[in-house]
């Protein structure tokens, strides 16, 4: 698979709100944290003013606060639409699921804000920011919308850290649901986002897709989210590129569901079961999109359906995914931090493959995947397993990149030939 990270079109939208996106919901972010005493307000105060470089206003206790809170203050930020409430309180177990890095949190400190929704990685990541000011050493963040976990040193190093990479999918997580346990070719898959109401954006989803494309399928469902994060949805129907010969449309819910076979997952009574109504007020039914083909099938009667021609061009190495450039970033500078491990990998005799960036003919970077011939600690040399887009090279040609160009890898069970 190979991918472009220099913008392509996604246009389309002439109503200012085609989707019926509900109002927009508060996020919480948890610093979990294994001090002995809760973090006093006078003590991180000054350090919030610091991070902001004095663009913060501390407008005092909240009307509303945390049953548990030792203290809470509302914050406004300079530049910000909205106010942020930061407050902490003990750690009770029973109130979370909790992973085992987290399990010594003694003491939290929370955040909670409304995303701005004409940039809201922009707020969850100075939401970040604000945590890592307010707390060293922290154990894990929970982003509790999305119920997602990152460990204390994912947190320092990929968001409170001096270079931080926060992407659009953290904003996001995507469920997987089927009628069998591990689904395959014939069994089929409803896959949708959860976090993207809360940006000011249609929840994303793709149904009825062929168990054994789940991966390509993630991948697809993942890249559309996160440049609707990014600029906007495009109008129902409006048929786009989610990259090189990935032609998809958002279709409404309400028209994807009347065409769900018997025994689909996703229907309008298991969204019933899961939502408790069967009115607007059921997230599960309200200002949803359904990723399909951008054009419709059938001999008989022209419907859309899951995007068929998309995933095929990507599994046949043929498309590529448009990614941000804030998911470029992330996933690069983690690939290259981590070299070191692929190079024991190799050097205990498993095959690797890499991705890398290429220039590319109008000026961009396309991103390709090679299979590894060699590597050491300043690059790699390797062939081609993709047939590139935009760049005149051939699978199977041979390749060579330096280490800053890698965006990402993966090590491979079978040994080197």
């Given at each position: 698979?190979?991918?472009?990270?220099?913008?392509?079109?996604i246009?389309?939208?002439?109503?200012?709100e085609p989707w019926?996106v509900?109002?927009?919901?508060?996020?919480?972010?948890?610093?979990?944290?294994?001090?002995?005493?809760?973090?006093?307000f006078?003590?991180?105060g000054?350090?919030?003013?610091?991070a902001m470089?004095?663009?913060?206003?501390?407008l005092g206790?909240?009307?509303?606060t945390p049953l548990?809170?030792i203290?809470?203050?509302?914050?406004?930020?300079?530049?910000?639409?909205?106010?942020?409430v930061?407050?902490?309180?003990?750690v009770?177990?029973e109130?979370?699921?909790?992973?085992?890095?987290?399990e010594?949190?003694?003491?939290?400190?929370?955040?909670?804000?409304?995303?701005?929704?004409?940039?809201?990685?922009?707020s969850?990541r100075?939401?970040t920011s604000?945590?890592?000011?307010?707390?060293?050493?922290?154990?894990a963040?929970?982003?509790?919308?999305?119920?997602?976990?990152?460990?204390?040193?994912?947190?320092t190093d990929?968001l409170?850290?001096?270079?931080p990479?926060?992407?659009?999918s953290?904003l996001?997580?995507?469920?997987v649901?089927?009628?069998t346990?591990?689904?395959?070719?014939d069994?089929?898959?409803?896959?949708?986002?959860?976090g993207l109401h809360?940006c000011?954006?249609?929840?994303?989803?793709?149904?009825?897709?062929?168990?054994?494309n789940?991966?390509?399928?993630h991948?697809?469902?993942?890249?559309?989210?996160?440049?609707?994060?990014?600029r906007?949805?495009?109008?129902?129907?409006?048929?786009f590129?989610a990259?090189v010969?990935?032609?998809?449309?958002?279709?409404?819910?309400?028209?994807?569901l009347?065409?769900?076979?018997e025994?689909?997952?996703?229907?309008?009574?298991h969204?019933i079961?899961m939502?408790?109504?069967?009115?607007?007020?059921?997230?599960?039914?309200?200002?949803?999109?359904v990723?399909?083909?951008?054009q419709?099938?059938g001999q008989?009667?022209?419907?859309?359906?899951w995007?068929?021609?998309?995933?095929?061009?990507?599994l046949?190495?043929?498309?590529?995914?448009?990614?941000?450039?804030?998911?470029?970033?992330?996933?690069?500078?983690e690939?290259q931090?981590r070299?070191?491990f692929?190079?024991?990998g190799?050097?205990?005799g498993l095959?690797?493959?890499?991705?890398?960036?290429?220039?590319?003919e109008?000026?961009?970077?396309?991103?390709?995947?090679?299979d590894?011939?060699s590597?050491?600690?300043?690059?790699?040399r390797g062939r081609?397993?993709?047939?590139?887009?935009t760049i005149?090279?051939?699978?199977?040609s041979?390749?060579t990149a330096?280490?800053?160009?890698?965006i990402?890898?993966?090590?491979?069970?079978?040994?080197?030939p």
């Open positions: 698979m190979n991918a472009n990270d220099h913008a392509l079109p246009l389309g939208q002439e109503d200012s019926g509900p109002e927009l919901g508060p996020t919480t972010l948890l610093d979990f944290l294994g001090c002995d005493r809760s973090p006093r006078e003590e991180v000054p350090l919030l003013s610091a470089e004095g663009d913060i206003k501390f206790t909240p009307p509303e548990q809170a203290w809470a203050q509302v914050l406004q930020v300079e530049g910000q639409p909205f106010p942020f930061i407050w902490s309180e003990p009770t177990k109130s979370f699921q909790m992973p085992p890095f987290a010594g949190s003694r003491w939290m400190i929370g955040i909670q804000a409304l995303l701005d929704p004409a940039a809201p990685l922009d969850w100075l939401m604000l945590l890592g000011a307010a707390a060293p050493d922290p154990l963040l929970l982003d509790v919308e999305t119920e997602q976990w990152f460990t204390g040193q994912e947190f990929r409170a850290g001096p270079d990479t926060p992407e659009e953290m996001f997580r995507i469920d649901a089927s009628g346990e591990t689904p395959e070719a069994d089929t898959v409803w896959l949708r986002t959860i809360r000011g954006r249609p929840e994303l989803e793709m149904l009825e897709v062929p168990g054994d789940i991966r390509i399928a991948d697809l469902l993942e890249a559309v989210s996160s440049l609707c994060l990014l906007g949805c495009p109008d129902p129907g409006f048929p590129e990259g010969n990935v032609p998809v449309s958002l279709q409404p819910l309400e028209e994807q009347e065409l769900l076979s025994g689909s997952v996703g229907t309008r009574e969204r079961s939502g408790g109504s069967d009115d607007q007020s059921n997230p599960f039914l309200n200002g949803r999109a990723i399909c083909g951008a419709p099938r008989y009667r022209q419907i859309h359906a995007p068929k021609e998309a995933i095929e061009s990507l046949r190495g043929e498309g590529g995914l448009e990614r941000t450039e804030n998911w470029t970033r992330s996933i690069s500078v690939a931090r070299w070191s692929l190079l024991d190799m050097g205990k095959s690797a493959q890499v991705c890398v960036a290429v220039a590319a109008d000026g961009g970077r396309e991103q390709v995947w090679v590894l011939d590597a050491d600690e300043t690059g790699l081609l397993i993709t047939r590139p887009a005149p090279n051939e699978p199977g041979e390749l330096p280490l800053e160009d890698v990402d890898w993966r090590l491979l069970q079978d040994e080197r």
